[in-house]
């Protein structure tokens, strides 16, 4: 596969806004694109921690996403000092793990809140540009579980299903106006995420039914996501740099540990042996080599 170039020609230079940029696959992302020479916008709501971000030349917007109106605002920002938006990367999100009957509707709400509805909120504000200039790429960054569904994360997974949906229609929808789609699905990827969804998994089950199983479950998947198994950043950031320097992107890029193995067991197995492999990788121990039909976590 072609490597990205380490800049690209001036004409080709876009204006992108990302969000989640404070820290893990975002602030990677953020700042390869502006290293390639793109005018890059990196958005998140601690502030504080993008400022290294600027030494690459990022501009950086405190946002929280899930509220509409600052969303607007930060679109706003950008086409005033850019003349345009040429690119959106819907990065911002985050895992809430715990059985169904077991998480707040507050919490499950708060999810869709910014893994969803911030998402649309700011493609809706970036669209009528880019509708204008017949010209842009909205890249939102999904996940393996947007196709499965992995043991108690039913939350967390209704959420990636959805941004899977809402990207399939708003493809079709917005070709006929020169907008490309794409769905970035990261597998098991080494970041943050895995401590934040185990936390909040351990968390909801405390005096439960699931309590006993959450914990295993939680203690699970710290112990892979601390091993030699997941994949570096770096493969979703090369998919996002790919996707945005692309004349014609592709509509999916399924990438990262267990990503493509686990995707094409859950078409073929029967949907109760699939269950069986889900619940039983959560408790399988770790391996220094392992193969590359193993399973794990997804982002």
């Excluded at 998140?44 to 969303?71: F, K, N, S």
């Excluded at 998480?103 to 911030?118: M, P």
């Excluded at 943050?192 to 998994?201: P, V």
Aim: proline share 4%; with cysteine.
């Amino acid at each position: 596969m072609a490597k990205i170039p380490p800049a690209v020609k001036a004409v080709d230079k876009k204006a992108i806004l990302i969000t989640g940029a404070s820290s893990g696959m975002g602030f990677e992302a953020a700042k390869e694109l502006a290293s390639q020479g793109h005018s890059v916008y990196g958005a998140a709501r601690r502030v504080e921690r993008m400022a290294q971000l600027t030494e690459y030349g990022v501009h950086t917007i405190e946002l929280d996403v899930t509220d509409e109106e600052a969303c607007k605002d930060a679109v706003g920002r950008v086409v005033a000092e850019r003349g345009r938006i040429d690119v959106l990367v819907n990065n911002a999100g985050y895992g809430s793990y715990g059985a169904i009957e077991d998480v707040e509707i507050d919490e499950a709400r708060r999810q869709f809140d910014v893994n969803v509805f911030g998402l649309a909120a700011l493609t809706k504000a970036a669209l009528p540009h880019m509708r204008e200039r017949r010209s842009g790429t909205i890249v939102n960054v999904s996940s393996m579980g947007g196709r499965l569904v992995s043991f108690m994360g039913g939350w967390y997974h209704a959420t990636k299903y959805a941004v899977e949906a809402l990207s399939d229609a708003l493809r079709m929808e917005a070709a006929e106006f020169g907008i490309d789609v794409v769905l970035i699905e990261p597998g098991g990827i080494k970041t943050e995420w895995a401590d934040i969804a185990a936390d909040h998994l351990a968390e909801s089950s405390k005096g439960g039914a699931y309590e006993q199983t959450a914990v295993k479950t939680a203690e699970g998947m710290r112990r892979q996501y601390s091993g030699k198994m997941m994949s570096d950043p770096d493969v979703v950031v090369r998919a996002i740099s790919r996707a945005v320097n692309a004349k014609r992107p592709r509509p999916r890029y399924l990438v990262g540990f267990g990503a493509k193995p686990l995707v094409a067991a859950h078409a073929m197995l029967p949907t109760r042996a699939f269950d069986w492999v889900m619940k039983r990788a959560v408790f399988a121990p770790s391996r220094r080599k392992p193969r590359r039909s193993q399973q794990c976590r997804p982002r």
